[in-house]
């Protein structure tokens, strides 16, 4: 059979895990967006607490703690760091801006196994993204791209951001967010950087690469490469207007012009936002659009919806989690709205993470714009250092986003639907058994109606020994193409999923020796026909047994 495989854990995000699935069967609402007039804003929200950014990070399950460490010397391209930068204040305009011509491509084809792939078309389908679970790359590592950006070049997505003291600058691509390849350490540098960004110069066919460089009041650091992948060499560092700059990101607009979103430190520390227009080639900061007088925000972005701009940021309060809020202008040099806090349903801290960035799939049929956040310290239950939702939009351009632990993406049509579990998943309320049991975390957990407050709620635990499996009972015998398991701390390290008519004769149609802790597996395979479906374990990845909270089948085609 032809098995194409996905394994991630969830975040939400890009790297909780996505599954490619098909658009057949019973699907919920699809969601456009649809032209909305830009309106007045609300005032709202209060302001923050004082703090500066945290360096120190949570530890993932199963993998290592994310964050940002200060201090240290010389940057790796051979740029004197401490001490005092490049003045960039009062600098003059660089002239006309840049053509918005054709990016580069990337990577060869995509592989379809649990390897490593290295580049490929994006998907026309529609994928899955998982939340609450961790990210983990085709190697089964974990993905760590802390405080990043998520970009396209070419045919390939380009997730960057900071392994663990940020003095190293990572590098993903993946061919349909779903399998993602880790193509290393994009820029090694002497001191931390974080909140870096990524954009393509299209006049000199050059990848620069934006840095809050060296601690938390920090330099703007910039390096270049041929290639989006890098490596990266380091150019400069300055200061923005004679002082250091807390948390930053890019924006390219439509013209091709870029500009710097960042927090000013020239009037204390996190006491007010800029934005500034970049010269035409994007190495030096040439005029400053704006000047806002927002205190105690951080994590600032930009992104633009239907003619109006969107500046956000999020409180700064350490690495604890806050609410989101936006400005709005219809100009990037205003004038700006007052803030509106994002209505995020259940929630008074964006679903317990720090905003980073919103990335616009523009379709055929519209566009989504995605919120990506940093989980950086989970306090109610939530797994994941990331976390990828859809934002929905009123008839005044105010956002809302709701929470949902599975929704489905299409990249093509630029749409997006609520994952329906209730028409689509065939095991749900279906009877499951298993080789063992360990004390109240029977079998029948895993194919309970759960929502993403209670997921946790019940679950399957087997004795701890190998080999171990799981089986569940469609009731007859149906045709499938599709399975997502959902693990626990303790999971599969090697383990099979396998098909059978008749309980006794049973087929492969996925294998692995790659499970993670608090990982999904979402499988797709070609369409089969089959009443029962079985997780057959041959190692463990712990001490412990074998533990899934969910066990799903589907038939997607």
């Avoid at 960004?197 to 299209?202: A, F, R, S």
């Avoid at 399957?460 to 149906?478: C, F, H, K, R, Y």
Wanted: overall charge negative; hydrophobic content about 35%.
């Amino acid at each position: 059979m032809n098995v194409i495989a996905k394994i991630h854990s969830a975040i939400p995000v890009l790297l909780v895990g996505l599954a490619v699935g098909c658009s057949g069967g019973a699907s919920p609402a699809v969601h456009h967006d649809a032209s909305i007039q830009p309106g007045g804003a609300d005032a709202s929200g209060a302001t923050g607490v004082a703090g500066t950014t945290g360096a120190a990070g949570q530890s993932a399950a199963g993998g290592s703690p994310a964050g940002a460490a200060g201090g240290g010397s010389i940057s790796s391209g051979g740029v004197p760091a401490g001490g005092a930068g490049t003045n960039a204040g009062g600098t003059t305009a660089a002239g006309g801006t840049t053509a918005a011509g054709g990016t580069t491509a990337a990577g060869g084809t995509a592989g379809t196994g649990g390897t490593i792939t290295t580049g490929g078309t994006a998907t026309t389908s529609w994928v899955t993204i998982h939340n609450d679970f961790f990210w983990y790359d085709l190697d089964g590592n974990l993905i760590q791209v802390r405080s990043g950006a998520l970009r396209r070049f070419g045919d390939l997505y380009y997730w960057y951001g900071s392994l663990p003291g940020a003095i190293d600058q990572t590098c993903y691509t993946s061919p349909d967010l779903v399998h993602w390849t880790y193509k290393g350490v994009a820029i090694h540098l002497a001191n931390d950087a974080n909140r870096m960004d990524v954009l393509y110069n299209d006049t000199t066919k050059t990848y620069v690469m934006f840095l809050k460089y060296i601690g938390d009041g920090a330099y703007f650091g910039i390096a270049t490469a041929t290639a989006p992948e890098g490596p990266f060499t380091f150019k400069s560092q300055t200061l923005v207007d004679g002082a250091f700059i807390g948390d930053m990101s890019m924006y390219k607009d439509d013209d091709g012009q870029a500009y710097l979103a960042y927090v000013w430190w020239g009037e204390g520390t996190n006491q007010s936002h800029g934005i500034y227009r970049m010269s035409a080639d994007y190495l030096t900061l040439a005029e400053r659009t704006y000047y806002f007088k927002i205190p105690l925000r951080e994590a600032p972005y930009i992104f633009k919806r239907n003619g109006t701009y969107y500046y956000g940021t999020s409180r700064t309060r350490g690495i604890q989690p806050s609410a989101t809020n936006h400005y709005m202008a219809t100009n990037l040099a205003g004038p700006w709205s007052a803030p509106i806090v994002m209505n995020t349903p259940g929630s008074t801290v964006s679903y317990e993470t720090q905003c980073d960035f919103v990335f616009p799939f523009a379709g055929t049929q519209g566009t989504v714009y995605m919120y990506d956040g940093d989980r950086w310290m989970p306090t109610g239950g939530y797994q994941g250092n990331y976390l990828w939702l859809p934002m929905d939009f009123d008839a005044n351009g105010l956002p809302t986003m709701n929470y949902y632990q599975d929704w489905d993406l299409n990249v093509t049509t630029g749409t997006w639907r609520a994952f329906d579990r209730t028409s689509r998943d065939l095991a749900l309320g279906k009877t499951a058994t298993a080789s063992s049991v360990s004390g109240a975390n029977v079998a029948a957990g895993v194919t309970k109606a759960t929502t993403y407050q209670t997921y946790t709620a019940t679950r399957w635990e087997s004795a701890a020994s190998d080999p171990q499996w799981i089986m569940v009972d469609l009731g007859s015998t149906m045709e499938i193409d599709r399975v997502i398991l959902k693990w626990y701390t303790d999971y599969g390290k090697s383990f099979a999923i396998q098909v059978s008519t008749d309980n006794t004769t049973w087929t492969d149609v996925y294998n692995t020796t790659t499970g993670a802790s608090y990982s999904v597996t979402d499988v797709s395979f070609a369409k089969t026909t089959a009443r029962y479906v079985r997780m057959n374990g041959t190692k463990r990845g712990n001490a412990n047994g074998y533990s899934l909270f969910a066990f799903m089948v589907l038939n997607d085609s």
